[in-house]
């Protein structure tokens, strides 16, 4: 098992109690810039800050500090996943990156397909969702106390998918981007099984 970081953006969140599973979970915290607040609201102590201080984010002495420019070709998050990956993390959960401004929550989204192509594992979470992207290949979905689950297409087509165990299941299904036939799926049992063999998808879970 690699390092796990938990990686705190800056958008606010109205309670942190889901992130009580993983209070033992990171062996680091990152906050890129707002979320040192956030962090610490959420009962967690960040060791490293990155960000250019837009969000209200700020160097302190005590923390790992990486400076950002204002103008500049990444957004905090993704400089905080870089900064994670060559930290040496292979499995990361982002929170505090949803539910604000739309183009840094679909930024936040992207970032989970670049982790997941680079090799590592890449989990959003929010107080209602838990997002992780999925390349061709098999799957077991644990429920983690939710209700739904739905699979979104990134490219085209997702081909050849077959899902068991859920309440609505599928045989070899060709799904087109854009199409809602695979959004609010049912787990009829733990784990449900699918596979497909090619596009990739966000698979998202909801309460």
Same mark, same amino acid.
């Given at each position: %098992?690699?390092?796990?970081?938990?990686?705190?953006?800056?958008?606010?969140?109205?309670?942190?109690?889901?992130?009580?599973?993983?209070?033992?979970?990171?062996? =680091?915290? #990152?906050?890129?810039?707002?979320?040192?607040?956030?962090? /610490? &609201?959420?009962?967690?102590?960040?060791? =490293?800050? #990155?960000?250019?201080?837009?969000?209200?984010? /700020?160097?302190?002495p005590e923390l790992t500090c990486v400076t950002l420019p204002v103008e500049k070709d990444v957004t905090d998050l993704e400089a905080a996943y870089l900064w994670a990956k060559d930290y040496g993390?292979?499995?990361?959960?982002?929170?505090?990156?949803?539910?604000?401004?739309? &183009?840094?929550? %679909?930024?936040? %989204?992207?970032?989970?397909?670049?982790?997941?192509?680079?090799?590592?594992?890449?989990?959003?979470? &929010?107080?209602?969702?838990? =997002?992780?992207?999925?390349?061709?290949?098999?799957?077991?979905?644990?429920?983690?106390?939710?209700?739904?689950?739905?699979?979104?297409? =990134? &490219?085209?087509?997702? /081909?050849?998918?077959?899902?068991?165990?859920?309440?609505y299941p599928l045989e070899q299904t060709d799904v087109q981007r854009g199409s809602s036939l695979t959004v609010s799926n049912e787990f009829m049992d733990d784990p449900v099984e699918l596979s497909?063999?090619?596009?990739?998808?966000?698979? #998202?879970?909801?309460?």
């Amino acid at each position: %098992m690699g390092t796990k970081a938990l990686i705190f953006g800056s958008c606010p969140c109205a309670g942190w109690s889901f992130l009580a599973p993983w209070r033992d979970w990171p062996d =680091v915290v #990152i906050a890129a810039d707002g979320g040192l607040s956030l962090a /610490r &609201d959420a009962g967690f102590s960040p060791t =490293v800050y #990155i960000g250019d201080g837009d969000s209200g984010g /700020r160097v302190e002495p005590e923390l790992t500090c990486v400076t950002l420019p204002v103008e500049k070709d990444v957004t905090d998050l993704e400089a905080a996943y870089l900064w994670a990956k060559d930290y040496g993390a292979d499995q990361l959960v982002f929170t505090g990156c949803t539910g604000g401004r739309l &183009d840094h929550h %679909m930024a936040a %989204m992207g970032l989970l397909e670049t982790a997941a192509k680079a090799g590592c594992h890449g989990v959003i979470l &929010d107080a209602q969702n838990r =997002v992780e992207f999925l390349l061709p290949g098999t799957h077991r979905l644990q429920n983690f106390g939710y209700r739904y689950f739905s699979l979104l297409p =990134v &490219d085209a087509w997702l /081909r050849g998918l077959t899902i068991h165990e859920a309440k609505y299941p599928l045989e070899q299904t060709d799904v087109q981007r854009g199409s809602s036939l695979t959004v609010s799926n049912e787990f009829m049992d733990d784990p449900v099984e699918l596979s497909f063999a090619g596009g990739c998808c966000y698979l #998202i879970y909801s309460a």
